[in-house]
């Protein structure tokens, strides 16, 4: 690391969001290009900067700054130059020139201890003089705060959000409970605020570090699709974590529970604790289910009679479960249909719309992903649409009137069906049943044998193992979907009846190897060149599916490859990287978390906006199209030409999506999926995770691997538990 000293002497460039800038720093005769996080930096002001020279590819020579601070002027023409560039508003060069010439040396101290005599110059009054004085001290209270905060170790960019948030009363706040930063800034979670709690002398058994503890094991369980944890499992994590005895924590589960931060229900003689937020949302979603549960009174022979129409007119003869379906969704206002591909849920869902549509009715139709969403459109002719935009995000908070449409605001419909109900978690359930007003249908469609949904809880299956709805499980495959391996052989799967692995299907084939180099090389061969003209699809829409993040065939790992193949550095393609991760312009990437602030459009050739809008989540997909290292961002485009710009700061939102975990595929449709195999965990290597990877194909399914993995998974049924109580509210347990 380097050390450089000098002033500031013009800004470039300077993002007010996160603090980056381009600056040319003055050093004796020399000027050199500094760039990094300059917060509240001003033209003007003396500074010193640690760092290093770099060559950035389009802009040479460069001076990265990872530590700055500021100097006081030391002579008058530095504290005139300061003064005069700006740094202090509503002083000019002119009254610069006038305060250092009536005040000498004396200049600075002047500013800080008796500002009020600046109204000894010309052109200053008093009311001016007091709002330079509150100025200087609030650049200065920023920059002692920053000093401050650096000495235990928290970075500029952390420092800065900690002195925005709390201001002067941050020394109070991180004296007393560091642990509040865990709630109250973004990008503070309880593992940051411990670091910082230990440097300051924070003692291990503080309360409030046992309570940010617990509250922080809650969220990272939802992360994993908990909404509660059984009291006992959760004390052993929280021992775990904290090195506290177990017997320590049930206080601080009540101290808690008052504090309504968290919240005790005892099940089954069994207590369980929630995170506050979770316990709401799965009270509220049984009390909202049960209310549209309305019973509809239409006469049979009116139902059967157009049912016989819609068949004469569509040529669709439904089966008996088909004809059921549609009748409990006339004559119910919840009904849930589910089913495993080719069982006819596409043709029941179009008869039920038919239906409807015949009774003059108002129809909605959503999907929880955008592909699944265009899915539907497809199969169904008429616009469907993410359930977040039929909702109408408005870059509010996730499950907290993150959404336009509400219950003051509820949704127009008549009818609404929502496809895909396996990926709708708890979150997503709330914030829909609040915007359904009570006299509205609600048809839910979905493969309750898929994976349940990555957000936290179990919403398609515990409303069906409630047994408190009414519920058509569409079983028979048709005569067309037989024809299909992808489809019969799922069916098998599901079933757990053995596959035949000959490869004398024409959309089913398993290519057999163990080495995990030559499985992966298979897979680049397949994706590259053999899938693409075999589908009559482009490379990017051949979707490599791994059980894994980690390891020899994790997403890690084969992304990193296949980006390598796939789409390789080039002099025309820009790029950047991200912690371990280069993102080049052309790449598949995948937005990993829900942002409701992110905003997208839709342009025309021209270029011109016809369409925006807020929201980006966890699972979409899209292509980097531009990348701009000057201004710090790039632009990926998403399903539907949604366009949406990213800071540098933002990418911990993105990965790579050459490959994906199987469980983050859900919703989605490819022409081709490859899956390879090779020993994993027991817990997560079972016949859902296998059933829920060979439904993503349409066209064919190639896994390539160990055969011995494959029946493996065939034959274990264990599932990681998840912990929920949908099920017993809805039984009003």
């Known amino acids: 690391m380097e050390t450089l000293a000098g002033f500031i002497g013009h800004i470039v460039y300077q993002n007010p969001e996160n603090g980056y800038a381009v600056v040319d720093l003055v050093c004796g005769e020399e000027e050199i290009t500094c760039v990094g996080m300059f917060h509240n930096i001003s033209e003007g002001e ?162 409030f570090r046992i309570r940010s503890g617990i509250l922080y094991i809650l969220m990272q369980k939802a992360a994993e699709g908990h909404t509660c944890l ?90 008996a479960l088909q004809a059921e379906a549609v009748k409990e969704a006339v004559t119910n206002g919840l009904t849930v249909i589910t089913g ?65 449409r509400n219950e003051d605001h509820p949704l127009e419909a008549d009818v609404i069906i929502i496809d895909e109900m396996s990926m709708v978690d708890i979150s997503l359930m709330y914030a829909l049943l609040r915007a359904v007003a009570e006299g509205t249908r609600l048809i839910l469609v979905g493969d309750v044998d898929q994976l349940p949904s990555v957000g936290p809880g179990s919403v398609l299956r515990d409303m069906i193992a409630s047994g408190q709805f009414h519920v058509v499980k569409l079983v028979k495959i048709f005569r067309q979907a037989a024809q299909s391996d992808i489809i019969v052989n799922a069916h098998k799967i599901n079933r757990g009846q053995m596959v035949r692995l000959d490869n004398k299907s024409m959309d089913f084939f398993f290519l057999k190897r163990t080495d995990a180099n030559v499985i992966i090389s298979i897979v680049i061969r397949l994706v590259q060149q053999k899938l693409p003209k075999y589908v009559d699809a482009k490379p990017s829409d051949i979707q490599v599916l791994t059980p894994t993040r980690k390891g020899l065939l994790g997403v890690e790992r084969l992304n990193k490859i296949l980006q390598h193949y796939l789409n390789p550095p080039s002099d025309g393609k820009a790029e950047t990287e991200h912690k371990d991760l280069v993102f080049r312009e052309g790449d598949k990437v995948m937005q990993v978390k829900n942002n409701y602030q992110l905003e997208w459009e839709i342009r025309s050739k021209y270029g011109l906006a016809i369409d925006k809008g807020m929201g980006v989540f966890n699972g979409d997909m899209g292509m980097i199209r531009r990348i701009d290292n000057y201004q710090e961002c790039l632009e990926v485009e998403f399903d539907e030409g949604r366009l949406v710009e990213y800071t540098f700061r933002q990418l911990e939102e993105l990965e790579l999506a050459y490959a994906v975990t199987i469980h983050k595929s859900q919703g989605s449709e490819y022409p081709a999926v490859v899956i ?58």
């Open 340 to 404: 495993g591909p080719g069982t006819g849920k596409t043709t029941t869902i179009n008869t039920i719309i038919r239906y409807f549509e015949m009774e003059h009715m108002d129809i909605f139709l959503a999907a929880p992903t955008g592909r699944a969403a265009k899915r539907m459109s497809e199969t169904t002719g008429m616009e469907a649409r993410t359930i977040h935009r039929m909702l109408e995000v408005n870059g509010g908070v996730e499950g907290s009137g993150g959404f336009e």
């Open 46 to 207: 003396t500074v010193e900067l640690v760092g290093e020279y770099t060559t950035h590819p389009s802009y040479g020579k460069q001076f990265k700054m990872a530590s700055f601070s500021a100097k006081p002027p030391e002579d008058l023409v530095s504290i005139e130059r300061y003064l005069g560039s700006g740094a202090v508003k509503g002083v000019g060069a002119a009254l610069a020139g006038r305060i250092v010439k009536r005040f000498q040396e004396d200049t600075l101290r002047i500013l800080e201890e008796e500002p009020e005599r600046l109204a000894e110059v010309k052109g200053i009054s008093e009311r001016k003089a007091r709002e330079i004085a509150e100025q200087v001290t609030g650049k200065q209270e920023m920059r002692q705060a920053m000093i401050f905060l650096q000495q235990y170790g928290i970075t500029q960019n952390l420092a800065m959000k900690i002195y925005q948030a709390y201001g002067r009363e941050m020394y109070g706040i991180l004296k007393e409970n560091p642990y509040q930063m865990a709630d109250d800034i973004q990008g503070v979670g309880f593992r940051i605020a411990d670091e910082i709690a230990s440097r300051i002398g924070i003692r291990p058994d503080s309360d």
């Open 230 to 319: 059984p009291m006992g499992v959760l004390s052993v994590q929280a021992s775990e974590l904290l090195g506290v005895a177990p017997e320590q924590m049930e206080k601080h589960y009540m101290d808690l529970a008052i504090a309504k931060k968290a919240m005790i229900r005892e099940s089954g003689g069994i207590q369980y604790v929630y995170a506050a937020r979770y316990y709401y949302m799965e009270a509220n979603t049984a009390a909202m289910l049960r209310r549209l549960d309305l019973p509809y009174q239409v006469p049979e022979d009116v139902i059967s009679g157009r049912i016989q129409r819609i068949e004469a007119d569509t040529g669709m003869e439904l089966e």
């Open 676 to 733: 390879p195999l090779l020993p994993g965990p027991r817990m997560l290597m079972n016949r859902n995770l296998l059933y829920t990877a060979v439904t993503r194909a349409r066209k064919c399914v190639t896994l390539v691997g160990d055969a011995q993995v494959f029946e493996g998974m065939l034959g274990n049924v264990s599932e990681q538990k998840r912990y929920t109580g949908l099920e017993h509210r809805l039984r009003g347990e």
